[in-house]
């Protein structure tokens, strides 16, 4: 399938490695014109390298998304951007009688105010352009909360329900604003999750992690490459009557039927 974005410009944050990397090869392959933000140069550039051999124009943008200057760089780079995906790390595992409120205003900062700045920034343009394409990398916790990911449970749900109000005035100028649920994947991200469950386990990380795969219903990971798939083609021309969706990609794993 001819997903009619090529030309397109997109602005993904996280996008260095494991999901958000996915997502921008993912829209690369399909002609789109990519601007990359994360924070470590090195891997940034890496990454960077290994989009242009899609084809298309990559710019690499070395900033942390969840400051006022690293959204100003991205949109410097990227000033019309007709995609936008926002992707960002979770927190570590934890104990929530431990987190200060710097802890939660950091998760916040991260995980909900960030890509909620970074619609207000890009969504009126891409209404006046006519197209738009809003993902939202998320979390199935925000479905199965987790207590030991209180910090993420909370911002990304934040985040799902801000969504929910902007994608219903939207979608009529042909702007959409979805979030995706990733549950297990092979990623940094997911190793440092199951990093921070080795303290008081009693088991190995070998042994977490064939467990945690063997408890899915798939009986393994996902790969990230799935996701971003997906994200594609909700970033397509085809995709223009999918809105304020919450769309799980977990190998089943949430047990509910809705």
Not at 59 to 66: F, Q
Not at 91 to 103: A, K
Not at 170 to 187: Q, Y
Request: proline share 3%.
């Amino acid at each position: 399938m001819d997903l009619g974005i090529r030309g397109r410009k997109a602005i993904l944050s996280g996008a260095s490695r494991g999901l958000g990397k996915a997502c921008a090869l993912a829209l690369a392959q399909e002609g789109v014109d990519v601007t990359i933000v994360a924070r470590t140069r090195d891997v940034l550039e890496r990454t960077a390298d290994e989009i242009r051999a899609a084809g298309v124009r990559v710019t690499p943008v070395v900033g942390d998304i969840a400051t006022p200057q690293g959204r100003a760089a991205a949109l410097e780079a990227c000033p019309e951007p007709n995609i936008l995906v926002n992707n960002a790390d979770g927190r570590e595992p934890g104990d929530f009688r431990t987190w200060t409120r710097e802890d939660w205003i950091s998760a916040l900062d991260t995980m909900m105010f960030a890509h909620i700045e970074m619609m207000r920034l890009t969504v009126d343009g891409m209404m006046a352009r006519g197209f738009g394409r809003i993902v939202n990398i998320v979390s199935r916790s925000v479905k199965i909360a987790q207590l030991e990911l209180g910090l993420s449970n909370a911002a990304r749900s934040g985040l799902v329900g801000f969504t929910a109000g902007l994608a219903r005035q939207t979608v009529a100028r042909n702007v959409t604003i979805n979030n995706l649920l990733p549950g297990i994947f092979d990623s940094d991200a997911q190793r440092r999750h199951v990093e921070g469950m080795l303290e008081g386990s009693g088991k190995s990380f070998e042994q977490i992690w064939r467990e945690r795969a063997l408890q899915n219903p798939a009986g393994r990971f996902g790969q990230p490459a799935e996701l971003g798939a997906y994200c594609a083609f909700l970033c397509s021309a085809q995709a223009g009557f999918v809105t304020g969706q919450n769309l799980l990609i977990d190998g089943g794993s949430y047990p509910g039927t809705y």
